[in-house]
């Protein structure tokens, strides 16, 4: 990191510095509530979006030019890296993510990869590129993510999404030699990855981790998830931008995720942002937390709730707003329009 005062808002925030309002940027801000981004699917595969640096660069710059938004995300999937190591993926319409050939014992975890990111990866690497320049005059920074490794245990031992993470849960219990090397193998292949989307413009760095928190409790997180987590973190200190540790579903254990590391905590809708704060510690900047399903609501019923996530801020410098989980599909635009400045008026200083 340098050591020049940053001008972003979210920048500021992220260092627990006064901002002119609070940040905004939401999750899942480029997908498929608008009509700019469904009239491209209609045309494209969602991998075909992703594999392709100029569609996924537009497809980032959609909402950062729809909305005043103060950081961009790229668009990109958390899956991608698994098929470098071996994985057969589809994304399946109306079904979501497949792999074909799931992770069935440890034979099959001694047979992935551990491959570079610009073996299989340059696409969005090359969209970071694309996208960061267009957006460095702007003074928007953009945020580069991946998937925590839990998280992509459990999508690559599955098959697919899990209501109960029954055969993720099994290996990782009765095979635990097994599961820690695929952890490793994840561990590096997701901190290259984060690495070299941050070499290629990236101003910082988020990582996912949907899945632990639903699936796991606490002593089975902190034995099975936090080292890696921890391990992760670390490796991506070298990066020289801000990461930002987020989860779903944690909050009874919130702060045995936030001591695995990050400069930023994001959390979910879960549990009130002030209670959050307290238990991560207000040294530490947080991300959060609005219930993404309010958007959903009239925008009387909306607004007390942005503000319910305001006041439990208390204006105390870093707070950088967003939602605790992605934005959904039937989210109206003008809904998204309306929180963006609601937000940054309410909060001027």
């Known amino acids: 990191m340098t050591n020049k005062e940053p001008t972003s808002r979210f920048m500021r925030a992220r260092c627990c510095l006064p901002v002119d309002a609070t940040p905004v940027w939401l999750m899942r801000q480029a997908g498929r509530y608008m009509q700019e981004y469904r009239a491209l699917r209609a045309k494209y595969s969602m991998l075909e979006l992703i594999q392709t640096p100029e569609l996924a660069a537009e497809v980032t710059l959609q909402p950062i030019n729809a909305f005043d938004l103060d950081a961009a995300i790229i668009f990109a999937d958390i899956l991608p890296p698994l ?22 014992n440890p034979e099959d975890i001694d047979q992935l990869g551990t491959p570079p990111a610009e073996e299989f990866l340059t696409p ?11 957006l460095e005059p702007r003074r928007i920074p953009l945020i580069g993510f991946a998937g925590a490794p839990f998280t992509l245990a459990s999508y690559a031992i599955e098959g697919g999404g899990s209501k109960d993470y029954a055969k993720t849960k099994a290996l ?56 890696y987590n921890t391990r992760l973190f670390e490796m991506l200190k070298p990066a020289g931008v801000p990461v930002i540790n987020f989860s779903t579903g944690t909050s009874p254990y919130l702060e045995d995720v936030a001591a695995c590391g990050g400069d930023v905590v994001g959390v979910d809708f879960r549990m009130p942002l002030g209670a959050a704060w307290e238990k991560i510690g207000f040294e530490r900047a947080i991300q ?17 709730h942005i503000d319910r996530v305001l006041d439990e801020a208390a204006g105390r410098p870093g707070h950088i707003f967003n939602l605790g989980h992605g934005l959904h599909k039937t989210t109206p635009i003008d809904n998204v329009k309306r929180l963006v400045d609601y937000v940054h008026v309410t909060t001027e200083r």
């Open 172 to 227: 990782m219990y009765s095979q635990p030699a097994a599961w820690g090397i695929l952890m490793e193998k994840l561990v590096t292949v997701q901190a290259d990855y984060l690495l070299k989307q941050a070499a290629a413009g990236a101003g910082a760095l988020q990582v996912f981790d949907s899945w632990a928190g639903l699936a796991l409790g606490k002593e089975a997180y902190n034995r099975y998830v936090a080292p």
């Open 124 to 134: 969005t690497l090359e969209a970071i590129k694309i996208v960061s320049a267009e």
């Open 288 to 304: 959060g937390n609005l219930d993404s399903m309010t958007l959903l609501a009239p925008w009387d019923e909306l607004k007390t």
């Open 83 to 104: 098929i470098g190591m071996g994985l057969k993926l589809e994304f399946v319409p109306g079904k979501g993510p497949v792999i074909h050939n799931p992770i069935c």
